[in-house]
């Protein structure tokens, strides 16, 4: 047998390791805050729940462990580490040509066993995907679905469906 010298997570064990859990995911080094104030407006069913403000920090983890989950998501189908919702600053060339980078945000599973959904589909396992206005998000086998919306988002479909 030959040695492995891949690396093991041990060096970094201290490091991500919040109350006493070891966090399965590292910012990248392109994490920022967003300035766009981004929200979460869950349903369950046709039931709306109280909105989630999503632009105080560059990165919110979502699962079942609420020691370090930002979001809670407590179907038992969920990981307790399922997914985590990043915000990436990200190089864009302007209409005028001239570049310049924005903040988007963005979706990473991380490896849960019964996976995250955008738009109904399931998205591949550690690996980013971009979100945008009016995407439907799902976590395992949860009846809820959570809409991204930022706050000068046009809501006036979700009110009508409310009368």
């Given at each position: 047998e030959k040695p492995?010298?891949?690396t093991s997570g041990k060096l970094t064990e201290n490091t991500n390791t919040f109350r006493g859990v070891i966090i399965k995911y590292n910012e990248p080094p392109e994490?920022?805050?967003p300035k766009k104030r981004w929200r979460f407006y869950p349903f369950k069913g046709n039931e709306a729940l109280p909105l989630m403000h999503l632009h105080r920090q560059s990165a919110y983890l979502l699962g079942r462990d609420r020691l370090v989950a930002d979001i809670p998501v407590d179907h038992p189908s969920c990981s307790k580490q399922h997914a985590v919702l990043q915000y990436k600053l990200q190089p864009y060339v302007k209409p005028d040509g001239s570049k310049s980078s924005r903040v988007k945000p963005y979706i990473i599973d991380l490896g849960s066993a019964n996976g995250t959904y955008v738009n109904?589909?399931?998205i591949e396992a550690r690996?980013?995907?971009e979100l945008f206005e009016k995407d439907v998000l799902k976590f395992g086998f949860s009846t809820r679905d959570y809409?991204?919306?930022s706050e000068n988002a046009d809501t006036s479909v979700l009110d009508a469906e409310d009368d």
């Open positions: 492995n010298f891949e994490a920022r805050r109904s589909a399931r690996r980013y995907v809409v991204l919306l």
